[in-house]
């Protein structure tokens, strides 16, 4: 089946946009503007987490779990990336870092006996920054610990490792390591826009890089693609799908940019350096995607997730979203978030602290908390929502309360807006104007008590160009609020 024409997709694209009300979600605080929207990562968020103690992790693990290792090192600073990292470190550092790593991870060695590993994912930053030795190191060390053989592993790639010499031999090494999942992030196809993301590869890059991990039998490749981007235009989207779509990419992960004040590509937006698409532009970008990708045979997963009919959707993900609280993130490294033992905790996040804590036998847990009912049962319908939807039923189940007698307020709200709906089997779910508003349904969600404790905290922030706190809070509570305010947060 071809792929729809460029004026095919737009045409449907503009059509389903005019079912989103923006005025109307807009007067009832249903849609978060470009600058403020962000979706939730952790529940309770950063900004409402305190002291925790790290021993209160090990106390009810889950009998299975899943593996973050993150890789701090990168060769460029992409204008967009919040994540904890640190620009082309000299080769003692990194391993100065991977000693830490595998110090830290026996930490909870006693604790973590006998569990089942269901996915293991290396992010970064860029894992692929490592050396072919320090990846042998870095697996070497991970398997004397963890049993990955059945696994769903990931590893996250960028384009620019196929203008190493010995990038055939890096892919090599992850293979055997027991990598079975490639995450490339692309972005764009549009050398423009990379380059003004500083991303550090072009579009050959890209297509060299697909062609080898096809020439070495990765059959298991997700790529990262973005809307929303400076200077995109509607053309340049389709442009960049239909691309991907042509070197016969089955997996996609499809989202929209997100802003946060630490970062160099919101302080663009703010000065109004580049050209970004505004709200209506990007709705009408998601339903290009959806039109293209559902035409040729692509299903819809977790949020932005979409896959081949025929291929299964990630483990790593539908475990993230769909678990409801019933299985443990444990993470290692610099600004690594996890959930354990109904506790949302993040690792220390300057790896100077992260390395000096680890060095002195410390686990580096920099802020945390324990989760009550409450949180736990908000958390559950957060994520759910994101993906396969609650199942009322089991719900109360597993909480002894009727989704729709506990959230009556708020689940009036979003039904009166159009934002979610039930099944005749029971299923509370998103629809298309939800998951484009997600976080704001989301929010919608948080407790009065977490919305307080992010209050306090982001009212203690002096700077939120360089806090940490702001840069690592991914939530999309205590934004900027209007535009004038967000152009004074970022000067």
Not at 102 to 117: T, Y
Not at 138 to 160: C, G, I, K, W
Not at 412 to 437: H, K, M, P, W, Y
Not at 442 to 448: A, H, K, P, T, Y
Request: hydrophobic fraction near 40%; aromatic fraction near 10%.
């Amino acid at each position: 089946m071809n792929a729809p024409s460029y004026s095919e997709a737009l045409e449907f694209a503009i059509d389903r946009s005019y079912e989103i009300n923006l005025d109307m979600l807009r007067s009832r605080n249903l849609h978060l503007d470009t600058h403020n929207d962000y979706l939730v990562g952790t529940y309770p968020p950063l900004k409402a987490m305190g002291d925790l103690n790290a021993e209160r992790l090990l106390t009810q693990v889950a009998s299975s779990i899943d593996l973050y290792f993150h890789i701090p090192f990168c060769n460029q600073y992409c204008s967009f990336c919040h994540f904890a990292k640190e620009i082309n470190p000299s080769s003692e550092r990194v391993e100065r870092y991977l000693v830490a790593l595998n110090k830290e991870m026996s930490w909870s060695d006693a604790a973590l006996a006998g569990r089942d590993v269901e996915t293991a994912f290396f992010g970064g930053g860029t894992p692929s920054f490592l050396t072919n030795h320090q990846l042998k190191t870095l697996f070497d060390m991970t398997n004397q610990r963890f049993d990955l053989s059945r696994a769903e592993v990931s590893f996250e790639l960028h384009p620019s490792l196929v203008k190493h010499a010995d990038a055939a031999d890096r892919i090599s090494t992850l293979l055997r390591g027991g990598v079975n999942r490639f995450v490339l992030g692309v972005q764009s196809l549009d050398w423009s826009i990379l380059r003004i993301l500083n991303r550090g590869h072009g579009v050959e890059e890209v297509i060299q890089t697909v062609k080898l991990l096809n020439e070495m039998g990765v059959e298991n490749l997700s790529l990262d693609l973005m809307y929303g981007l400076p200077q995109q235009t509607l053309r340049s989207w389709y442009d960049s799908i239909i691309g991907l779509l042509d070197m016969g990419i089955e997996k996609f992960n499809v989202f929209p940019l997100m802003f946060k004040s630490t970062d160099p590509v919101a302080r663009h937006l703010a000065r109004g350096r580049y050209q970004f698409a505004g709200a209506k532009e990007r709705i009408i970008m998601h339903f290009m995607a959806e039109h293209i990708l559902t035409k040729l045979g692509y299903r819809h997963g977790p949020i932005f997730y979409w896959t081949k009919r025929s291929q299964p959707h990630s483990v790593q993900q539908r475990r993230k979203y769909d678990s409801w609280n019933d299985n443990n993130l444990v993470p290692f490294g610099v600004g690594g978030f996890g959930y354990m033992s109904q506790c949302q905790f993040y690792n220390e996040a300057d790896l100077d602290r992260y390395l000096s804590r680890v060095e002195a036998g410390e686990k580096p847990v920099w802020r945390g908390v324990v989760l009550s009912q409450d949180d736990l049962m908000r958390r559950t319908l957060m994520f759910a929502l994101r993906s396969s939807g609650v199942l009322l039923s089991r719900f109360e189940r597993e909480f002894g309360v009727s989704v729709e007698e506990y959230f009556c307020r708020e689940l009036e709200i979003l039904r009166e807006a159009g934002l979610v709906c039930i099944s005749n089997d029971g299923v509370l779910s998103l629809t298309a104007a939800g998951n484009i508003n997600s976080g704001a349904v989301s929010l919608l969600f948080f407790s009065d008590n977490v919305l307080e404790r992010v209050a306090y905290n982001d009212g203690r922030i002096t700077d939120k160009r360089t806090d940490l706190l702001e840069k690592h809070d991914y939530s999309p509570a205590a934004r900027y609020g209007s535009s004038a305010e967000m152009q004074a947060v970022f000067r």
